[in-house]
């Protein structure tokens, strides 16, 4: 049964950058067939899709988000993670990783995309603060 | 920016049919997904595709889409089905993918 675990600082300094580490047991990330995203949720409130990375290294983000954020896999450890710069108090949130099984292929730009998430990781809490 | 609207609440007597709505111009071309969220947990994917149920999710969970909205159906709700209810999707040109701000379930 796949399993998620995310992993990193609890606290995190105005201006650095969040890391965070997510670790896939029970199955491979090296497969072709799913994508692996981050989502976030600030206390109280909804969720924010960050971004989203394919075996091959690939990656889709929130074009919100898109100038801060870094996706990448370590398919030795089995693991994927993110990279967000220049934290501010707005990142303070619930972060989440996720496998998204419903992967979509666009003939134009001729790129795979990920439509949605089926097994999530149970979350960690990010809070920036000094 | 792409947006996908719900209302915020949603409220039914245990045994009546919940309707939670969800509204995105490119909800024609994508597909919907929904999302359950009770306190403290992390969200569970309980309809997929506009109207697919994966294994494990009581069948009085359905899901539909007509033009630009898609609805989550809970036919005789539960008072363990109280949760807050997310839509996902992307937009036309793949850039955004997004939730829904949201609708919470109140069942009583």
């Known amino acids: 049964q796949l399993q998620l675990q995310e992993s990193g600082p609890g606290l995190v300094k105005p201006s650095e950058t969040l890391s965070l580490i997510c670790t896939v047991s029970?199955?491979?990330?090296?497969?072709?067939?799913?994508?692996w995203g981050w989502i976030r949720q600030p206390p109280g409130k909804g969720l924010e899709w960050i971004g989203s990375?394919?075996?091959?290294?690939?990656?889709h983000y929130n074009p919100s988000l898109k100038s801060r954020v870094t996706t990448s896999l370590d398919t030795s450890k089995n693991q994927f993670s993110l990279k967000l710069s220049s934290v501010t108090a707005a990142d303070t949130a619930l972060y989440y990783c996720?496998?998204?099984?419903?992967?979509?292929?666009?003939?134009?730009?001729?790129?795979?995309?990920?439509?949605?998430?089926?097994?999530w990781g149970q979350g960690t809490m990010v809070t920036v603060s000094s | 920016s792409y947006e996908l609207t719900q209302p915020p609440s949603v409220s039914v007597s245990p045994g009546q049919t919940a309707r939670i709505t969800c509204s995105g111009d490119?909800?024609?071309?994508?597909?919907a997904f929904w999302y359950q969220q009770k306190s403290g947990q992390a969200p569970v994917l309980v309809i997929y595709?506009?109207?697919k149920r994966p294994s494990g999710i009581p069948e009085r969970f359905s899901g539909s889409s007509s033009g630009t909205m898609a609805t989550l159906t809970i036919s005789g709700a539960q008072v363990e089905d109280e949760a807050d209810y997310y839509c996902?999707?992307?937009?036309?040109?793949?850039?955004?993918?997004?939730f829904g701000g949201g609708t919470k379930l109140t069942v009583l």
């Open positions: 029970g199955g491979s990330i090296s497969s072709n067939t799913h994508f």
């Open positions: 990375v394919y075996y091959d290294g690939s990656s």
């Open positions: 595709e506009d109207n």
């Open positions: 490119a909800l024609p071309k994508r597909y």
């Open positions: 996902f999707s992307a937009d036309s040109s793949s850039e955004y993918r997004v």
């Open positions: 996720a496998r998204d099984s419903f992967l979509r292929y666009d003939a134009t730009s001729g790129s795979y995309y990920g439509d949605g998430f089926d097994i």
